[in-house]
């Protein structure tokens, strides 16, 4: 059977909305994992399959673009599917459609197969054959390296929540990609919105640590690093670079 895009229709509810009565970004982010969850179920690959063989996948970037953001019970429709095989690593691509039919977001994510016992990347190819593509791409992005910030203009700081932690009791990915958007000044973030996130995963957060973001702000850029501080294994678990534009 040919693979085709996963596909849903998602009414914006008055609590998936921020201040602005936008969708807030770590919804649409939950909502994109959650699609590439029942996606991969689909392809008979869900995530009982992948544990079943001791193997699991980890989020290592995200790049979106953002036209703008839905608004509260505006209807949408959402596309996902696989685009693209690497060695070590699966492409999935994400496609938001606004009420009238026009592309709102667009979003491309890499995602590492690792074997869970050894935390080491494994072949694609090898261990999953039979993962299949669509070849299309909505950002034709290699997801190039985020440098790191020449100067600290911001620094917030704040411990990881229970909240923040998912069944593998790490950071959720997308609460990395919320902590990088709220790293800004909050006059600014009120008349702000996203247009371009790159993101890049580099290591795992815990329940309970310390995080710091520094962030260098250039007008409409603002680039992030998100740190753990004051323990004994203090480390860089992601960098941040986005592009804002005034609310529409």
Same mark, same amino acid.
């Given at each position: ?10 009414? $914006? ?74 060695? $070590? ?5 994400? !496609?938001?459609?606004? !009420? ?11 995602? $590492? ?16 054959? !039979? ?81 710091? $973001? ?28 986005? !592009? ?5």
């Amino acid at each position: 059977m040919s693979l085709t895009k996963y596909t849903r229709d998602y009414l $914006v509810r008055s609590y998936e909305t921020d201040g602005n009565n936008n969708l807030r970004i770590v919804t649409l982010l939950n909502i994109f994992q959650d699609m590439a969850d029942k996606s991969a179920y689909e392809m008979g690959l869900g995530l009982d399959y992948v544990y079943a063989k001791g193997l699991g996948w980890v989020g290592s970037n995200y790049e979106m673009m953002i036209d703008r953001l839905p608004k509260m019970h505006e209807k949408v429709r959402i596309a996902s599917w696989p685009a693209a095989e690497k060695k $070590v690593a699966a492409i999935r691509e994400f !496609e938001v459609f606004g !009420e009238d039919g026009k592309s709102i977001i667009r979003a491309s994510s890499k995602w $590492v197969l690792l074997d869970v016992q050894k935390m080491r990347p494994v072949s694609l190819k090898d261990n999953l054959p !039979e993962y299949q593509i669509i070849p299309e791409r909505v950002i034709d992005t290699e997801f190039p390296k985020i440098g790191e910030p020449e100067r600290v203009d911001l620094e917030t700081k704040f411990r990881v929540r229970f909240d923040d932690i998912d069944l593998n009791r790490h950071v959720n990915n997308a609460v990395y990609v919320l902590w990088a958007c709220e790293a800004v000044e909050p006059e600014f973030r009120l008349s702000h919105n996203p247009k371009h996130i790159e993101m890049s995963f580099k290591k795992e957060g815990h329940l309970g640590e310390k995080i710091l $973001v520094k962030t260098q702000c250039d007008g409409k850029f603002t680039l992030c690093s998100i740190q753990t501080y004051g323990g004994e294994d203090n480390r860089e678990l992601a960098r941040a670079k986005i !592009e804002w534009q005034p609310l529409k």
